[in-house]
């Protein structure tokens, strides 16, 4: 699960990108704007200019702004700096696999589960940009959802389903 950590750097980040490339804004701003705890969207401003996501400048004229344009700012990225691995056990991550002592990972059903659930996450943040969540408008997924509220679940029942017969 996404960490308050983690929503509230990304909400930041979508922030930032709306704004003019270059354009400087203050960290008062970015939390009145986002309902985000000032103090602790300044340690997440830092972690993200740390991971090269924003720059920053001191003084009266100072802020933050994106280090790069977020075209090129991958969601999966921003979540394993600000989060950690996207893999709900260890053994299942990429990024910071660990052995697990109490199974044979090569027989484990729990562990093969958890390697798709990393995948499928995967999938979506480490192809999904900074630029691409601003136009969440034209999204079709959340466009399905608005209309039917109900879709969301009714499509991991159906892929539970799925699962279970197959």
Known sequence: ML???GKYGLKALVHLAKMPVGELVFVNEI?????????FLDAILGEL??????????????GYRLARPASE???????????????PLSCASQTQYQRCEDCD??????RRMMLEVRHAISEV????????????ANDDILHSIRQDPNSLESAARKTTERHEIG
């Open 31 to 39: 939390a009145v704007s986002n309902n985000i705890p000032k103090k």
């Open 125 to 136: 943040l480490d192809n999904r940009s900074l630029a691409s969540m601003q136009d969440a």
């Open 105 to 110: 990972e090569t027989n484990c059903e729990v």
């Open 73 to 87: 700012i991958k969601i999966g990225h921003v979540v394993r700096v600000l989060d950690g691995p996207l893999a």
């Open 49 to 62: 200019r740390n991971a090269g996501f924003v720059q920053s400048r001191k003084g009266k004229d100072g």
């Open 3 to 5: 960490t308050k950590k």
